[in-house]
């Protein structure tokens, strides 16, 4: 798992959400701390305004948990990264 | 006919700028203190005006559990601490550590408790701050909770959230009158059987740059820097009101319910009576002829005399136009007798609480009831002479008084009196 990234979703639970980092795991269900599907939203938006990853709603169908999440987030800046450079420009 | 219903009052609560909580609240506005100051928001906004009545600071988080701060728009919070402590004070739910709902209400009355609140303008905080991000970050990034928020409906279905209440559940607006009017309704479901308790009330939290600004352009909020002499109700020298915001909450239920669970019973609402104007957006008419009516009905809907209303907590804004319409409007009502009846502002102590000043006044309404002290008009030096009122200021008056008039009048010239009596 992307430690970095973990490290980036457990910031802003803590800071944002104000949830105690021992409540925060990759195995934690969002359910459990609390989060329901209009806060994974907008847990989403603060991911990409801290590190530019944006999850679409069909990316989240299956997050059920911060480690989901934080695979699906890995998963798109992968692919963003392989992309040609000067896509972006 | 059908004899009506008693309709009484046993619970308060209220979040003021005078004080947090009934008690708190209630000795704030017999020591006449303005609560007006500088607020630090709207001076960093560099608003035309920077006088504001808050509430005490809070910490919604731990008062109301997590992720209230983000989840829920200030005036929900409100709403939520003053509806607590109502309900608390009925004994129909018992606080516990960080959960002012404790359990909620039984399980077997929720279905039997309604609420009614009034609000002018609901998530005001929201909105300001929402829609420059919207405007800057783009329609991508506009945040999921904006709506939740933001809906004037919210704060009554998060009180049904937290205390389990599946009864009627609304929100009615009359601006400046919303309070009063929640509590109208709200009496008249229970008068008709539709709930066996109604939590109503009113809430507002708007004290933010846009509607500072916006109530200023309209010339509605006074220019006095002083705190202490900036919300001056029925003074010769008024120029417009102070914004203030909180919650005012009561709980209503038939007299002879009340009774068989032995709750103690604190007034009863006994008249309530509403009109419009017909005459103009913000401005009354100059003689005050809407809130004759709605005065009028509420003496009639309590069949009492005006000479038995010992004390009147008006609207008194503090604005020019309001103030006059209002004394002559109660000259007409009350005649000669409005030589005998003690008139106040609280406003003159927590300013305006728009649509939560109905409700909020109602609370202070009951307690000149059961302390037998009529609040000062806190801030008013010189009565205008134009104004034939007998109004109280400097300091509070006992008077045993058996029946109380609350009036407010909200913009679009909607009007709301309510009559309470020992």
Known sequence: ?89 | MRTLPRIVVTGLGAVTPAGRGVTDAWEGVLAGKAAAALDPALSDAGTPVTLACRVPEYDPDAELGRGTKRRLDRYTQLALLAAAEALADAGLVTPADGEPYGQGLDEDVRDRVGLLLGSGIGGAETWDSEYPNYLERGPARTSPLFIPKMLSNTAAGTIAIRSGARGPNMTVNTACAAGASAIHVARDLLRSGQADVMVAGGVEAGITGLSVSAFAQMGALTRNADPVTASRPFDAERDGFVMGEGAGIVVLEREEDARARSAEIFAYVTGAGASADAHHATAPPEDGAGAVLAMQRALADAEVDPAAIGHVNAHGTSTPLNDAAEARALRVVYGDAIDGVAVSSTKGVTGHLLGAAGAVEAVFAVQALRTGLVPPTAGTRTVDPAIDLDVVTDAPREAPVEAVMSNSFGFGGQNASLVFTR
């Open chain 1, 1 to 89: 798992m992307n430690q970095d990234l973990l490290t980036t979703f457990t910031e802003i639970l803590v800071e944002d959400f104000d949830i105690p980092a021992e409540e925060i795991a990759p195995e934690a269900t969002f359910e459990a701390l609390g989060l329901d599907s209009l806060d994974v939203v907008d847990l989403t938006l603060a991911v990409e305004e801290r590190v530019g990853i944006k999850l679409e709603d069909e990316e989240l169908e299956d997050v059920r948990t911060v480690g989901d999440a934080v695979n699906a987030a890995d998963a798109k800046n992968v692919e963003r990264q392989s992309e040609p450079a000067g896509s972006e420009a």
